[in-house]
């Protein structure tokens, strides 16, 4: 079982379009709502050493960014973190 979170804002595409592909991975995820919690947000300064979001972890793992995230997607290193085959239709 992978442990991933996801440092979100409600209102940013780039997190949707990230959840988007983790959902059509078939994976689960704890999402991180970072919009008015100060704590969670400087929690995620710490992990990522970043300030926008999304970033995401896959077993604390720092993938990064949602184009961090459709690049490792298309690499295959998505599928590798996930412990997953490749699929033929990706």
């Known amino acids: 079982m992978n442990n991933i979170d996801i440092y ?3 209102y940013c595409p780039f997190c949707k379009r990230a959840k988007a592909l983790l959902d059509a991975k078939g ?3 704890r999402e991180l709502e970072v919009s008015t919690d100060q704590a969670l947000q400087q929690q995620m300064r ?3 050493g970043r300030r926008t ?5 896959i077993n604390n793992h720092h993938i ?3 184009d961090d995230l459709i690049d490792a997607n298309n690499s295959g290193l998505l599928d590798e973190l996930l412990g997953q085959q490749t699929s033929l239709n990706a």
Do not use: D, L, M
């Open 64 to 66: 990064g960014g949602s």
């Open 27 to 29: 994976v689960s995820y």
């Open 46 to 48: 710490e992990r990522s």
């Open 8 to 10: 979100t804002k409600t």
């Open 53 to 57: 979001v999304p970033q995401i972890f």
